[in-house]
């Protein structure tokens, strides 16, 4: 194998696996160590800057981060970096006077945004400074998009919304609340410089079987009728509920339906439990509240008696997989199973919707019907057009959403200085040394199994009595300082500097993991078989040096390193160094016009 390029930014980015499977690329690390200082507004204004809604995150996050946390190699749960998040969010000071001032000076530039949910409001907050002139058009009374209308406020209080959605809308920018767009090509012709389409997926998926319309009064679209809680419109439901779908929208139905009278309320899928689509946590929150999570049930027909809804006929299934591992599901051949029920709410799915969207204005759409969208510029087959959030690829969460409102802002900021939008920026990278010492670091590189902390829940007979209570409390400053040393300080990495090496082994002698080999060099499949501990994780890197005295190579498992910095410890000639990594990706106020351009304009 060749030589490790450690210089390469997404090397090291790589290991630091919470920040990698991000789509934010938030650096986790550096902001919990700040949590464990107590220094809670820097914590924010870390996350601010690259995930935008730090307490709505903090709550409502798919945490993909979590699954990725290294603390998973030495005990059984990671971090709960998404709590964290929270924890900063609600300990910090006033951070109004760190955020950018409101632009009195705009550059000539429109750009008008469609729908005000996460996808956009990203767009705007990192526009908003630039001086562009900006305008969200949203249905909605009020911004927010999804985070306002589809997650239950006993998830997300309306004032964590208020308050983060304002600091984006205090940004500068003009809301045109409560405005449909229904044409694409008219919105066009309002004289736009660039239009941003962050509308979301805003259709749920209906189940058209014998019976729907018969006892439609009865029977609601989950995302629908979440909305209509949300905003007032609704605030009671049957005693008798079943749920259809297992995913988390099905968890946040059979939820808000024991908050507004549901007394027998059952979520009914047709795959298996481990096979559902919703979220651990957000499985165990249901049965935590009394809802039984009922299997391998195909919904067949909605039962009526003229016209009144009594329940929903179920055929049993069994999944069987092939010599390819793909799940089919067969019907047992047992008799079909009657649930009586007062209200059904079909969580089945989400569609986009673009009929407001002429096809004759130089938009591609693919065979979904869906807009052919560019996976690095956000960028449609329109040069002016560019799409974010669930618009852009289909129903993901707010942090993909984010994510590709921060490349959105990017391209449209280069196209409208004049750039191409396919050169993208690249990141910020910083790798420093953190020795104090000839045996200390600059953080704590304590490995201890410390297991994970639970959040506590507000009781459960309180939590029920309303939709609109919070019902989780968050760690408080101590639990959360506790949690935060947890983290195993996986951005402080091992770096070896080959001409300093005089091959003693104390390094493979002290490693608590075996994650250091010296060795004869080879291809990657064979060096990996050969190493003190075989390196199993093909998704991770081996760190390979250059040729050592003997001939021989050190060879380390990225995959199962702790970061300890036990190595750099016991090295004698300080060939092993501990540097903490630091990856920011640029944004669109990384991204400047030449000077002469300026100067000409």
């Given at each position: 194998?060749?030589?490790?390029?450690?210089?390469?930014?997404?090397?090291?980015?790589?290991?630091?696996?919470?920040?990698?499977?991000?789509?934010?690329?938030?650096?986790?690390?550096?902001?919990?160590?700040?949590?464990?200082?107590?220094?809670?507004?820097?914590?924010?204004?870390?996350?601010?800057?690259?995930?935008?809604f730090p307490g709505i995150l903090g709550r409502t996050c798919d945490r993909p981060c979590e699954p990725a946390c290294r603390r998973g190699r030495v005990e059984a749960e990671p971090v709960a970096i998404c709590r964290l998040k929270r924890v900063a969010a609600d300990n910090k000071t006033?951070?109004?006077?760190?955020?950018?001032?409101?632009?009195?000076?705009?550059?000539?530039?429109?750009?008008?945004?469609?729908?005000?949910?996460?996808?956009?409001?990203?767009?705007?907050?990192?526009?908003?400074?630039?001086?562009?002139?900006?305008?969200?058009?949203?249905?909605?009374?009020?911004?927010?998009?999804?985070?306002?209308?589809?997650?239950?406020?006993?998830?997300?209080?309306?004032?964590?919304?208020?308050?983060?959605?304002?600091?984006?809308?205090?940004?500068?920018?003009?809301?045109?609340?409560?405005?449909?767009?229904?044409?694409?090509?008219?919105?066009?012709?309002?004289?736009?410089?660039?239009?941003?389409?962050?509308?979301?997926?805003?259709?749920?998926?209906?189940?058209?079987?014998?019976?729907?319309?018969?006892?439609?009064?009865?029977?609601?679209?989950?995302?629908?009728?979440?909305?209509?809680?949300?905003?007032?419109?609704?605030?009671?439901?049957?005693?008798?509920?079943?749920?259809?779908?297992?995913?988390?929208?099905?968890?946040?139905?059979?939820?808000?339906?024991?908050?507004?009278?549901?007394?027998?309320?059952?979520?009914?899928?047709?795959?298996?439990?481990?096979?559902?689509?919703?979220?651990?946590?957000?499985?165990?929150?249901?049965?935590?509240?009394?809802?039984?999570?009922?299997?391998?049930?195909?919904?067949?027909?909605?039962?009526?008696?003229?016209?009144?809804?009594?329940?929903?006929?179920?055929?049993?299934?069994?999944?069987?997989?092939?010599?390819?591992?793909?799940?089919?599901?067969?019907?047992?051949?047992?008799?079909?199973?009657?649930i009586e029920c007062d209200d059904v709410l079909v969580a089945v799915g989400q569609e986009n919707a673009f009929p407001w969207i002429e096809r004759d204005i130089g938009l591609e759409f693919d065979k979904w019907d869906m807009p052919v969208v560019s996976a690095l510029t956000m960028g449609?087959?329109?040069?002016?057009?560019?799409?974010?959030?669930?618009?852009?690829?289909?129903?993901?969460?707010?942090?993909?959403?984010?994510?590709?409102?921060?490349?959105?802002?990017?391209?449209?900021?280069?196209?409208?200085?004049?750039?191409?939008?396919?050169?993208?920026?690249?990141?910020?990278?910083?790798?420093?040394?953190?020795?104090?010492?000839?045996?200390?670091?600059?953080?704590?590189?304590?490995?201890?199994?410390?297991?994970?902390?639970?959040?506590?829940?507000?009781?459960?007979?309180?939590?029920?009595?309303?939709?609109?209570?919070?019902?989780?409390?968050?760690?408080?400053?101590?639990?959360?300082?506790?949690?935060?040393?947890?983290?195993?300080?996986?951005?402080?990495?091992?770096?070896?500097?080959?001409?300093?090496?005089?091959?003693?082994?104390?390094?493979?002698?002290?490693?608590?993991?075996?994650?250091?080999?010296?060795?004869?060099?080879?291809?990657?499949?064979?060096?990996?078989?050969?190493?003190?501990?075989?390196?199993?994780?093909?998704?991770?890197?081996?760190?390979?040096?250059?040729?050592?005295?003997?001939?021989?190579?050190?060879?380390?498992d990225e995959d199962v390193c702790l970061h300890c910095g036990l190595c750099a410890e016991r090295c004698p000639t300080g060939a092993w160094d501990m540097r903490k990594f630091l990856l920011e990706l640029t944004q669109a106020e990384g991204v400047n016009p030449p000077a002469e351009r300026?100067?000409?304009?």
């Amino acid at each position: 194998m060749e030589p490790t390029n450690t210089e390469a930014p997404e090397y090291f980015h790589k290991v630091v696996d919470c920040q990698w499977a991000c789509p934010a690329h938030t650096p986790v690390p550096e902001y919990i160590r700040l949590i464990a200082e107590g220094r809670y507004a820097d914590a924010y204004m870390i996350n601010w800057k690259s995930n935008v809604f730090p307490g709505i995150l903090g709550r409502t996050c798919d945490r993909p981060c979590e699954p990725a946390c290294r603390r998973g190699r030495v005990e059984a749960e990671p971090v709960a970096i998404c709590r964290l998040k929270r924890v900063a969010a609600d300990n910090k000071t006033d951070i109004t006077g760190r955020l950018p001032p409101e632009t009195k000076t705009r550059n000539g530039k429109r750009i008008a945004l469609v729908g005000a949910g996460p996808a956009s409001l990203t767009v705007a907050r990192d526009l908003a400074p630039l001086g562009y002139e900006l305008t969200l058009i949203d249905a909605d009374p009020r911004p927010g998009g999804m985070i306002r209308s589809q997650i239950p406020r006993f998830r997300l209080p309306e004032a964590v919304i208020d308050e983060e959605v304002g600091y984006i809308t205090g940004l500068g920018m003009t809301l045109r609340q409560g405005e449909r767009v229904d044409s694409l090509k008219a919105l066009m012709d309002e004289g736009y410089d660039a239009i941003f389409v962050g509308s979301g997926a805003p259709r749920g998926r209906e189940l058209e079987l014998p019976g729907r319309q018969e006892a439609k009064a009865n029977i609601h679209i989950g995302i629908d009728w979440l909305s209509s809680v949300s905003f007032g419109h609704v605030d009671k439901i049957g005693k008798r509920v079943i749920v259809l779908g297992g995913g988390n929208t099905a968890m946040d139905c059979c939820r808000t339906s024991r908050r507004l009278g549901g007394e027998d309320v059952k979520v009914i899928v047709r795959s298996g439990f481990e096979e559902m689509k919703a979220s651990p946590w957000e499985k165990e929150d249901a049965m935590h509240e009394d809802i039984p999570i009922l299997n391998f049930l195909v919904p067949k027909e909605f039962t009526h008696d003229h016209g009144k809804l009594t329940g929903v006929m179920f055929e049993k299934v069994a999944a069987s997989y092939d010599d390819k591992g793909r799940r089919s599901l067969a019907p047992t051949g047992e008799p079909d199973v009657h649930i009586e029920c007062d209200d059904v709410l079909v969580a089945v799915g989400q569609e986009n919707a673009f009929p407001w969207i002429e096809r004759d204005i130089g938009l591609e759409f693919d065979k979904w019907d869906m807009p052919v969208v560019s996976a690095l510029t956000m960028g449609s087959t329109h040069p002016k057009v560019f799409f974010g959030g669930d618009s852009a690829f289909g129903p993901k969460n707010i942090i993909w959403a984010v994510a590709h409102g921060h490349e959105a802002a990017v391209s449209i900021h280069k196209l409208l200085i004049g750039e191409d939008p396919a050169d993208r920026p690249a990141p910020g990278v910083s790798l420093v040394s953190q020795k104090m010492g000839i045996h200390e670091w600059s953080y704590d590189n304590d490995i201890s199994n410390d297991l994970r902390n639970r959040v506590p829940l507000r009781d459960k007979a309180e939590a029920l009595s309303n939709v609109r209570l919070e019902v989780e409390l968050g760690f408080d400053r101590g639990v959360g300082y506790q949690e935060a040393q947890r983290c195993l300080n996986c951005d402080a990495e091992t770096v070896f500097t080959t001409p300093l090496c005089i091959e003693c082994d104390a390094c493979v002698d002290i490693c608590p993991v075996d994650c250091i080999t010296f060795t004869e060099n080879g291809e990657e499949a064979d060096l990996r078989g050969r190493l003190k501990a075989p390196a199993l994780n093909l998704t991770q890197d081996l760190y390979v040096s250059s040729i050592l005295p003997t001939g021989r190579v050190m060879v380390k498992d990225e995959d199962v390193c702790l970061h300890c910095g036990l190595c750099a410890e016991r090295c004698p000639t300080g060939a092993w160094d501990m540097r903490k990594f630091l990856l920011e990706l640029t944004q669109a106020e990384g991204v400047n016009p030449p000077a002469e351009r300026i100067a000409a304009e």
